[in-house]
């Protein structure tokens, strides 16, 4: 059975940090790439980063890139996701998705609205940045 279990969500102060964990079960992890999105109130779900299987590619949405760093774990199946510097506009429900082999990039960019190439999802951790 397939698990993809998020955690790590809270509330913070802007310029604040926190650490989200994808924690798997139930496929070849070093099959994958593990992706982070995140869905805002009234917004669409949005890719916010992602970590290949094979060479360990980082990408990262713009908004985000020089705050946020992905990093995975083979041996504990695990992805995290350290969010420093952290913004308002960062307040979303955070999700972690599984694609096998390769995030879904166009030119070497994440495609943020790419979550319909993911295979498997696990459910959201909050995330609550306000003053």
């Known amino acids: 059975q397939v698990q993809l279990v998020a955690s790590g969500g809270g509330f913070v102060l802007p310029g604040g940090s926190l650490r989200l964990s994808c924690a798997t079960s139930?496929?070849?992890?070093?099959?994958?790439?593990i992706g982070w999105f995140r869905q805002a109130p009234g917004k669409q779900r949005e890719a916010v980063s992602c970590?290949?299987?094979?060479?360990?590619?980082?990408y990262y949405t713009e908004s985000v890139n020089g705050r946020f760093n992905i990093s995975r774990d083979n041996a504990n199946n695990t992805v995290y996701l350290q969010m420093n510097i952290l913004k308002p506009e960062d307040t979303a429900v955070y999700y972690c998705a599984a694609r096998r082999w390769a995030c879904f990039v166009v030119g070497g960019a994440l495609v943020k609205d790419g979550d319909y190439e993911y295979d498997y999802w696990g459910q959201g951790t909050q995330v609550t940045v306000s003053s």
């Open positions: 139930g496929f070849t992890f070093d099959h994958y790439a």
């Open positions: 970590i290949s299987s094979s060479d360990g590619s980082k």
